[in-house]
């Protein structure tokens, strides 16, 4: 990223603003639809939450970084964001649960979890087992294959 500061998220430091507020305007290359597609992403590592938001900002989506599950139930309840980018494991709840409850909240919403960790296999067989089917994306991603996925 250029050695450039990360910005701050946008969910942190404007947390009394409602959901479409904080994602802002700005011209869409990511959308079919003539909208910018709002993107949630979520993980407990504010590195990697910053760094994934600023990715997709810059490539034509509008996203805000949250850093735990409550933080982004709390982001979708105001306005349900089209792609929700979701770490598996996190110390509050897993993105599996949080991803649950996103598709009962925001049934339409695209759901995309990603982990480094081994054991989100066993998550996502419990989640399967139950009918609920996510889409997965090793970690680390490069951005490239990133924007591949979410543009697909």
């Known amino acids: 990223m250029g050695g450039s500061p990360l910005p701050r998220s946008l969910a942190g430091s404007l947390p009394d603003r409602p959901f479409e507020k904080r994602f ?11 909208h910018q597609r709002r993107v949630l992403v979520v993980d407990d590592e504010k590195l ?13 989506f509008t996203a805000i970084a949250t850093y735990s599950g409550t933080d982004a ?5 105001e306005k349900c964001p089209d792609i929700i980018v979701s770490d598996v494991v996190m110390p509050d709840f897993n993105g599996i649960q949080l991803a649950k409850a ?10 995309v979890l990603f982990s480094g960790n081994v054991d989100t296999a066993s998550l996502l067989d419990d989640a399967s087992v ?5 889409e997965i994306l090793a970690k680390p991603i490069h951005p490239v294959e990133l924007l591949k996925a979410l543009k697909s």
């Open 24 to 34: 802002g305007v700005q011209k869409s290359l990511a959308a079919n639809d003539g």
């Open 48 to 60: 990697i939450a910053d760094s994934v938001a600023t990715i997709l900002n810059r490539s034509g």
């Open 73 to 77: 139930l709390e982001s979708i309840q």
């Open 102 to 111: 996103v598709r009962s909240l925001c049934p339409g919403a695209r759901i």
């Open 130 to 134: 139950e009918g609920y089917f996510f």
